[in-house]
């Protein structure tokens, strides 16, 4: 844990003293999400997101907010994703997948309401317009907002 902590703090981010382990596991998160972020790939869909998101037809920035939602989600900053996410589905209402995202990313921040009004919103989509594993996190997502 020392060495982890030495190795953070080398990198720019705050550890905390020792023995706190929350704001070690924030720093990780926060280091390995700039790490993650940096990568090539990761850096292209970011330049895909910031044209969609310049560009002045709706669908094409929802489609931008999806890509930076999604960059930012998997780099643990659930609140800007779902803030990303929340306007994709404002720009794009039939866009089911957001509101997938945005639930997952809700329920990351325990918003526990904003995530009920999400899944509300996603009963009866359309066959198919979730995939097998989407289903099933949705489902276990209300079985955790119920309490089992």
């Known amino acids: 844990l020392s060495r982890t902590r030495d190795a953070l703090r080398r990198r720019g981010h705050d550890p905390g003293a020792d023995g706190d382990g929350v704001a070690l596991a924030r720093a990780a998160t926060q280091a390995g999400g700039a790490h993650w972020l940096a ?83 996603l009963h009866g989509t359309a066959p198919g317009a979730l995939s097998p594993v989407e289903l099933q996190r949705l489902a276990m997502l209300e079985l955790a907002l119920a309490g089992g």
């Open 39 to 121: 990568q090539p790939y990761q850096r292209r869909r970011a330049g895909r997101a910031h044209r969609a998101l310049a560009s002045s037809v709706p669908g094409e920035q929802a489609r931008g907010h999806r890509i930076r939602g999604d960059l930012l989600f998997r780099a643990g900053a659930y609140a800007r994703a779902a803030a990303d996410f929340e306007r994709a589905v404002v720009l794009a209402p039939a866009d089911t997948r957001s509101r997938y995202h945005a639930a997952l990313a809700h329920f990351a921040l325990g918003h526990v309401e904003r995530v009920r009004a999400v899944l509300a919103a």
